[in-house]
């Protein structure tokens, strides 16, 4: 199999840039919003965290596939990877098509519900209208990328993801600037360019991948295993996005005119490019994982994934510095706004330090998914969330009154901490004993 070729840096290449392309089009998404408002910056992004809120059950499958698909690919049995794309398709297209009819038709229910502040709310309704009603497209994306990852095609994904994005940005230019429609013109193209990134992946699929392997498993065993490995996984992402919906909240109680969620809006499209790295190495060292474990390669899987924890580290970390020192520059592409370009700017010196805990909680994180070590990391993530990230915005934001400050410090010490944890795990060796292919 040509996946089982592949080095830690033919896959992470491929999904970095990748990565990087989808945080460069939410930065153009950003640029051209800020044309329209900074009350549209805030609204767009508050209504981005929402709608993660309600498409998690996607990862329940996504996550989860990764897992199967890659330890049977290692342990040659590519049949059951199949199975396991089939068995996502139908349940994420389910999934989406409802998930996407309570998305338009309930927008200011749940916005309401939530609490956003008065003056985001025409333009966070009219976001969250268009692209939750297009949200069933990001359930099957995911599927069909995962699948072409799995076997080692990294290369397709990243080009559907740059031909999306490059349409993307030239829709938004027409309908933003040339049809003046605004926050609706930008989640119009981003729906668009989402189905042209589906209509790639599927393509790419069909006819790079052909299954000759006839080994088959009972469909209850391999859907049980997805949920095994998808199930803590997506707990995770659901209480990581109730954590930032409370974080939001508060974030929204500091200020009527929502400067503090605003400014996290802006420093989190400035910080992605160093969290970008961290992400795209998560990936690349989980499919090696994957195939490592399903072949019992253990000892190599062990040392390789502290490898690319260690390399990960140092490039984001040196991104994150080099962000936050030019801050004072990259806040002039997007506003004016003095007072919100100097909260960016602390935000981005604390990230630094966010950035090495996250990086080392991505890369640990993942491998210990990967392998079927999964309840782990849910089991830390719901202690060390709530506790610091949501715990720590109130005590250091509010009750101290740091306000968006307070909040990245508690963030800070979430990851951080939380990182520690997955280290430590992964250092027991424990999850040698997680493996879902029995000899």
Not at 126 to 141: P, Q, R
Not at 211 to 224: A, Y
Request: hydrophobic residues 50%.
């Amino acid at each position: 199999m040509e996946g089982k070729q592949k080095s830690l840096k033919q896959l992470f290449v491929p999904i970095c840039l990748e990565t990087l392309c989808y945080m460069l089009a939410g930065m153009a998404d950003t640029l051209m919003l800020s044309f329209v408002g900074d009350e549209a910056v805030g609204a767009v992004g508050t209504a981005n965290t929402y709608i993660g809120i309600f498409i998690i059950m996607f990862s329940v499958i996504s996550s989860g596939m990764i897992a199967v698909m890659t330890q049977y690919i290692g342990a040659g049995k590519n049949g059951v990877a199949c199975q396991a794309k089939q068995l996502g398709l139908v349940f994420n297209g389910i999934v989406g098509i409802v998930l996407a009819a309570v998305l338009f038709t309930g927008s200011r229910s749940i916005l309401n519900l939530v609490g956003i502040a008065p003056e985001l709310m025409s333009y966070a309704k009219t976001y969250l209208k268009i692209v939750g009603g297009g949200c069933f497209i990001n359930a099957l994306v995911p599927i069909f990328s995962s699948y072409l990852r799995a076997f080692g095609y990294t290369k397709q994904p990243l080009a559907a993801t740059v031909t999306a994005n490059i349409t993307n940005l030239v829709l938004n230019a027409v309908f933003i600037f040339g049809l003046d429609m605004g926050v609706a013109g930008a989640a119009t193209a981003t729906v668009l360019s989402h189905l042209l990134n589906l209509i790639i992946v599927i393509t790419a699929s069909r006819r790079l991948i052909r299954i000759k392997d006839t080994c088959r498993l009972p469909k209850r065993k391999v859907f049980g295993q997805i949920i095994k490995i998808g199930l803590p996984s997506a707990a995770e992402t659901a209480l990581y996005n109730v954590a930032m919906t409370l974080i939001i909240r508060f974030l929204n109680q500091m200020d009527d005119a929502g400067i503090h969620v605003t400014a996290r809006s802006y420093a989190m499209q400035l910080t992605n490019f160093s969290y970008c790295v961290g992400a795209a190495l998560a990936q690349a060292n989980a499919i090696l994982t994957g195939w490592r474990t399903g072949s019992g390669k253990y000892e190599e899987c062990f040392r390789e994934t502290r490898k690319a924890a260690l390399y990960g580290i140092i490039t984001s970390t040196v991104t994150a510095a080099l962000i936050a020192l030019s801050s004072g520059f990259l806040m002039q592409i997007f506003t004016d706004n003095a007072e919100i370009t100097a909260l960016v700017s602390r935000l981005l010196f604390i990230d630094i330090v966010l950035e090495i805990g996250r990086t080392c909680n991505l890369v640990f994180g993942n491998a210990l998914k990967t392998s079927g070590d999964a309840v782990f990391t849910t089991m830390i993530a719901v202690i060390f969330m709530y506790l610091f990230a949501v715990g720590g915005t109130y005590f250091f934001g509010i009750r101290l009154g740091l306000l968006v400050t307070g909040a990245y410090i508690g963030m800070a010490m979430d990851e951080c901490i939380r990182a520690l944890c997955m280290f430590l795990r992964w250092q027991s060796g424990k999850w040698k004993e997680k493996r879902l292919v029995k000899a």
